[in-house]
């Protein structure tokens, strides 16, 4: 990847999309090898836990994020079968999964007090404020209480207070945060988004899946409009995704092939990519497989 460089400084967008993050583990080894790398990453649901592991150590962010997602269930995320989440149902009214075995995640490789300033690149975390409808945008303070309520999907997860406030999955309303990005100074962008066509279940067979799908279906779309809204003003490199899988955004039993589809296909985009400017380079995908 000689010459290609983007004006400073370079934001990493990280999306999300349940257990299809694995697929910006490929996307972050393919920049890494081109010698792409952030000066501030802003992410949303299961991209703001990666994002939120590539802000505290950026030269072994890959390494740690391989090891972690290789060994991910879905029992650790999403605990308990079909009957404890009749149960939860039942006893919380709001969703079928505690939230528990994420803040265990996110302990055990982040750390329980991180903080925002312990962070070696500054870092954006997208939520939605239950009363108002909108993003909110945290970058300092706890880092874990933010990092659940950015990933906590209605119906799937709790809300969580933090800050006097009710939050859900920043993916509502910013799936994939280019704005914000915008707002803490990058000058171009790099997108890491995982929500692509034909990366989920058919037929959906769980309550689960069809929350997951009714959420991925607005993230797309909301890419779509975001994408060009950014490109106006700086150069927006949206990398591309692997090949199309069928599976569930609850299923992690396909890590391995979705970060090495996505690496292989980020790695081929790059080679031949030129940057002249504001404009958009790549796009989401918008046709459902």
């Known amino acids: 990847m000689p010459g290609l460089t983007l004006p400073r400084p370079v934001g990493f967008v990280l999306g999300g999309g349940g257990s299809l993050g694995a697929i910006q583990v490929g996307m972050l080894q393919a920049l890494t090898e081109a010698g792409l790398t952030p000066d501030l990453v802003v992410g949303t649901s299961v991209g703001s836990l990666n994002g939120a592991v590539l802000a505290l150590d950026p030269g072994d962010a890959v390494n740690r994020l391989r090891k972690t997602w290789v060994h991910m269930t879905r029992h650790e995320a999403f605990p308990g079968g079909l009957l404890s989440q009749v149960r939860t149902l039942r006893h919380a009214k709001t969703h079928l999964f505690p939230n528990d075995g994420l803040a265990t995640i996110i302990a055990e490789h982040l ?6 300033e312990d962070l ?57 945060p280019m704005r914000q990005a915008l707002g803490m100074g990058a000058k171009s962008l790099v997108v890491l988004d995982c ?46 995704g692997p090949a ?23 790695t081929e985009y790059l080679k031949g990519l030129v940057v002249d400017g504001p404009g958009l380079y790549g796009g989401p995908g918008v046709k459902v497989l």
């Open 195 to 240: 929500a692509f066509p034909g990366q989920v279940p058919s037929p959906l067979r769980t309550m689960a899946e069809v929350l997951m799908y009714t959420a991925m279906v607005s993230m797309r779309n909301q890419a779509v409009l975001e994408a060009p809204y950014a490109a106006a003003e700086v150069p927006v490199v949206y990398l591309p």
């Open 244 to 266: 199309p899988v069928r599976l569930s955004p609850l299923d992690f039993s396909h890590t391995e092939e979705l970060a090495a589809g996505a690496c292989e296909a980020a």
């Open 120 to 176: 070696a690149l500054p870092l954006g975390v997208v939520t939605t404020d239950v009363d108002t409808a909108e993003p909110r945008l945290f970058r300092t303070g706890p880092l874990r209480p933010t990092l659940l309520a950015s990933s906590a999907i209605p119906g799937i997860y709790p809300p969580v207070s933090h800050e006097g406030k009710l939050l859900y999955d920043g993916g509502l309303v910013a799936n994939v």
């Open 111 to 116: 750390g329980a007090e991180t903080t925002f």
